[in-house]
């Protein structure tokens, strides 16, 4: 499992606002709902290990801009 090193809904919307999706199309193209996506970045759930594996993959797929937040919120 992935070590946070800051809280997860903060890099939740940072990825999402980079990426230029509404939490509608970020939680489509995660497989999950809307609902779901707001609940992560306000702190009132945290994704699940899948999730968070999805998530990490995309950071990863963002080259630098995806490392810096990685590093930031997960220590990766």
């Keep these: 499992m992935l070590k946070v090193k800051q809280p997860v809904g903060g890099l939740i919307r940072e990825l ?9 199309q ?5 497989g999950v709902t809307y609902s779901t996506i707001n ?6 759930s ?3 290990p899948i ?9 990863e ?3 630098e801009q995806g490392k810096e937040l990685l ?6």
């Design 16 to 24: 999402r606002l980079l990426t230029g999706l509404t939490q509608e």
């Design 39 to 44: 609940r992560w970045e306000n702190g009132r």
């Design 61 to 63: 797929e963002m080259g």
């Design 71 to 76: 590093e930031k919120y997960l220590g990766n």
């Design 46 to 48: 945290q994704p699940s």
């Design 51 to 59: 999730a968070m594996k999805l998530i990490q993959q995309r950071l």
């Design 26 to 30: 970020f939680a489509a193209s995660l």
